[in-house]
């Protein structure tokens, strides 16, 4: 267990959080204040900073009272959503403000209108990258403890250790069999080992966080663990996997002393369907007309290396079972069932891939452009049209085909409420790095959790996957 004992982590990561934001609003005003003088022509003399100041300030105290500093575990679709109401508070009180100390002047209000819309992107896009940024050179993230079942502890540790953004870095294991064999370089001990230390044993190394699988705590209770938890730590986080409770959206009670805890049955409400089928169509026409050369020219691409059609069509499930044909542009040889079939007969190891997660690293059907365009995505831009047609939506569910449906079970239910979509959680969670029940757990997850800030951060994080061919083969 290597720690730097006597350290605030919390208070670096306030510190960086604190620092993006500043920066992030200042640059929002930069570039208002060069839009409206420089390209507009507006009169700079003409406005008060103080107006600029205000709205940076009261952004800043509604984040702290929203407790968004520092900013670990928050949940991005969340994080959206908080920073979006926050700064739109900020805007109408600053608008107020103006309102009543300059009735007349009218460039005030729409240059802090813009700086608004600025900063909203501005203080998300540098949060982010700078969270990135910092986990990278170690500066991001407090050391904790993991407790968990044997099974799940090296499950635990992997996840947060690959998602240091989210501010946890697990250095210890705590386990209820002192033998348990691990493959993970962290050290771990038993738990009658873990309770005979003393309190003070773990802030005093600084860590002041522990980490405990949700499935583990009944086993916590039997052998009296519970209280040693809280004595030895600041922070106790009960964190469960997807599946339990089939993914639902949980909230917590406080009953004036006991605590309730709710799963709800979140599905789309005819209003949420209204919407995100407003949002398919508005943005799907967009990417379909800006992206009209890129279509063309892979179109030509496929055309020229090989014989065949351009595109290739598929049927496939979709919403409520119904039976739709998800088309895309065409990745693979004519005849590519058959290679697939002689193939996987003749390597016993890539068969093995194959029947656990329907896809091979090294597919002998895909032509040299299909590479390219899988890369990138683009092979999947056809489904536009699905989108259009009411078919598909821009987020959902990959559209699943038929003999796949044994392996979603109970859940296929879940799956089938919804359009399937271009993109989802699974392709920005690891795509093609995670199992098939990994990627069901995340569809599950979706549905029963679905919001707008939710679609938003999977269409930008979609963008980052791309352009970083994360996961693509």
């Not at 670990?72 to 908080?82: C, S």
């Not at 996840?159 to 050290?187: C, D, H, M």
């Not at 055309?303 to 079972?321: A, C, D, K, T, V």
Request: proline share 4%.
């Amino acid at each position: 267990m290597r720690t730097k004992p006597n350290i605030n982590h919390r208070g670096h990561m306030f510190v960086i959080t604190l620092f993006s934001d500043l920066s992030a609003l200042a640059l929002a005003i930069f570039i208002v204040h060069w839009v409206s003088y420089r390209a507009l022509w507006f009169d700079g003399s003409a406005i008060s900073e103080v107006d600029h100041v205000l709205y940076v300030l009261i952004c800043l105290v509604l984040f702290m009272a929203a407790s968004l500093y520092p900013g670990i575990g928050l949940n991005p679709a969340m994080e959206m959503k908080a920073v979006t109401q926050l700064a739109t508070i900020s805007l109408l009180i600053v608008i107020i403000f103006l309102t009543i100390t300059a009735p007349f002047w009218r460039q005030a209000k729409i240059d802090i209108i813009l700086i608004y819309l600025f900063s909203i992107f501005m203080v998300l896009g540098i949060r982010w990258a700078g969270r990135i940024l910092a986990a990278h050179f170690g500066l991001w993230g407090e050391p904790v403890v993991v407790v968990a079942r044997d099974e799940k502890m090296e499950t635990m540790m992997r996840y947060f250790l690959q998602r240091r953004r989210l501010g946890f870095v697990p250095v210890l294991g705590v386990t209820f069999e002192s033998n348990a064999p691990s493959t993970f370089p962290i050290n771990t001990m038993g738990a009658d080992e873990f309770s005979r230390l003393p309190d003070h044993y773990f802030g005093q190394a600084g860590i002041n966080t522990v980490l405990i699988d949700s499935l583990a705590v009944g086993e916590t209770v039997n052998i009296n663990l519970n209280r040693k938890f809280l004595k030895k730590f600041k922070h106790v986080i009960f964190v469960s996997d997807m599946d339990w409770l089939e993914g639902v959206s949980i909230s917590y009670h406080d009953f004036e002393g006991m605590i309730g805890i709710e799963a709800r049955q979140n599905f789309l409400s005819p209003l949420d369907i209204f919407l995100k089928r407003v949002m398919d169509i508005l943005l799907s026409s967009v990417i379909l007309i800006l992206s009209l050369p890129i279509l063309l020219l892979t179109a030509v691409l496929i055309r020229l290396e090989s014989p065949g059609p351009i595109f290739y069509r598929q049927e496939r499930i979709g919403r409520n079972g119904r039976r739709i044909l998800v088309q895309k542009f065409r990745s693979m040889q004519v005849g590519a069932d058959q290679i697939l079939i002689e193939y996987l007969a003749n390597n016993p190891q890539a068969r093995v891939e194959w029947e656990e997660n329907q896809k091979l690293r090294n597919d002998p059907r895909i032509t040299r452009v299909g590479k390219w365009i899988r890369k990138f995505s683009v092979d999947e831009m056809p489904q536009l049209f699905n989108i259009l047609k009411g078919e598909m939506s821009l987020v959902g569910p990959r559209p699943i085909v038929e003999g796949e449906v044994s392996r979603y079970k109970d859940n296929f239910d879940v799956y089938s409420t919804v359009r399937p979509g271009v993109t989802g959680m699974w392709q920005v969670s690891g795509r093609n790095h995670t199992s098939y029940e990994e990627r069901v757990l995340y569809d599950v997850y979706y549905v029963r959790n679905w919001s707008v800030w939710l679609d938003i951060y999977i269409l930008l994080r979609t963008v980052w996957v791309v352009l970083s061919r994360d996961g693509a083969y």
